[in-house]
Structures are given as C-alpha cells and as structure tokens.
C-alpha cells in the first residue's frame, strides 16, 4: 500500500543520499505528495490509511532530525475532504504550501542571520547546512567580503559539500580536518553551524563534533551562531521527552577491510551531540535571532505543549 516512490525516498533518506534536515523534510512531503498522487485507494478511510502508513514508513528512517515528522505532521494536519479526489487535492495543496514556506523561512533566516556577519568576517563551519550557509549567501549578496575556514566533519565528510558551494559562491575556503579546530578559532570571527534539532531548554542537536566546538569555541571567546528554522524545534521536548541521537553503522568509521586489520575493536558511530545553551550564543531563525534560553517561547507559540502523532495506526 506504501507506493514505490515513497520507498525510495526513505530508503534513499536512510542511506543518506538525501540528507540535511530542511532536504530531508522537502523530501518527506514531496513522497507524501506521490503517495497521495499515485492511490489508487477507493475509499476517504482506505485513502487516509495508506497516506498514514506511508508517513509512518517515512518517519522510521532517521530519528534526530525533527523536521522530518514536523513536516509529516504539517501534511497530515492540512489533509482533509470528503472524496478521496478532495483529499488527493487537499494533500498537494499542502505539500505545495510546505514547500513554499521552507524556502521563505530560510530566505527570511538568512537575511537575519547575515545581519550578524560583518564585511570582512570569517566563518567556522562544521557538517554541511543549507540555513548556516544561507545567511553567508545573504551577506554575500549585501555585499560583504566573508571567508571560512570548513570542517572536514568526519565519518562522512559533508564538509567537502560546504566547501564546494562556498567555493561556487567565491568565498575563499580554508579546509580542516576536525582536530584542527581550536588551532584555527583563532582565525575566525564566529562559529557558524546548522541543527537537526532544537529543544525546549534550548540545547542544540547537531552533527557529532558540534558540541566539542562551541566548549572551545567559548573558551577562544569565539561567539557561536546556530541557523535553524522553527521547523528544527522539536515540540517533544515541551513534555520533557529526549531528542534520540541516531546511531549509524560502524562502517561508515572502519571499513570492513581495516577491522579485518585491527581485530574487533567496539566501534560506535553516533551522528549527532548535543550542545548545551551556555555555549551558544544566538539560534537565528525565521522569526528573528533568540538567546537559546528563550526559544521556548517560540517553541510554545508554535507548537502549543506537546504534539500529536497524525500517522499512528487507528
Ligand atoms: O537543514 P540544514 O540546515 O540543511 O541541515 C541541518 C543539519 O543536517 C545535517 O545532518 P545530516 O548530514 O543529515 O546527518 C547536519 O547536522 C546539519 O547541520
């Protein structure tokens, strides 16, 4: 009943082929969309449980980046008619205007967070994030000169990725491997990173080497910026929940040649840490810049004291 299509988008998903958060939450409600499309469903409640097992199939590929279920749940939540065609239509619309306010809200995000950037100034990057690199590509088009200095960000080095499209946008780009950081925080101006997600006390859970860097970056008096859309808070969090950190297969940090090399050493492979709100210093998001501590008010404003879960089985 799950189409073909949203297999492979979780699949790809999983795999990481389609990944960053704001891409992986385009990606959802585009599969959401083609499921909705391609029913051949013939009844409102068959209609509405295949688009539920769908989203549920979604949502088990990755578990840290909230956008994804924000996104599933904004789809859902916006699904409604009385005919399967009225619901077809309703789920596009939806997708549609999701799509819409993705890319608005980090339009919106980049130009509040290149107000932060001086001419001159250069960034320390870590993973690979389209709002972080957002509000470069907002102060580069105020026309401010802005360099960086690029993390490797092992195991799966998405840091090559920020380095090719600063490069395209002729930022000039000093690349690291992770262990020089510190040595390099002399050189910049702010540490610049992304999040998969935000929670309610204002911790940020971002790439696995994210919350090493804002302790010595706070150490240098190196200030550290977080660019997340509101879809990055998790509303989770609001009743206390725990953001899952997602563990990744041990491959992707000892290839199966050199454990054969090493004998069997435990290898854990965690995608993402959390850092704690004393060390950074603003989330810039669409709805203007906020101290850490403060974005649960943000939080409940937009998502009230909890969440529902639209996709659970009836
Ligand atoms: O939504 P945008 O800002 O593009 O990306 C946000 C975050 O998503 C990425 O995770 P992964 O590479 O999918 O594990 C990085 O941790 C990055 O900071």
Redesign the pocket.
Known sequence: MVTEDVRATADDIAD?EI??????ARAAADALESQATDSDADSPAAFRAELRAAARHLRDTRPT?V?LPNALRYVLGNTDGETVAALRASVTDAADAFRQQLDRAQDDLGAIGANRLRDGDTVMTH??????LACVKAALDDGKHIEAVVKETRP?K?GHITADQLREWGVPVTLIVDNAGRRYLDAVDHVL????SIAADGSVI??IGTSMLAVVARERGVPVMV?AQTLKLHPDTLTGNTVEIEMRDETEVLAAADRHQLGAPDVENP??DVTPPRYVDAIVTERGQFPPESIVTLMRELYGDGTTEPWAED
Do not use: E, L, P, W
């Open positions: 990481m990944r960053g958060a704001a891409t992986i980046a956008s993973c690979h994030s389209t709002d972080a799966r998405q990173v992304g999040a998969d971002n790439k660019a995608a993402f």
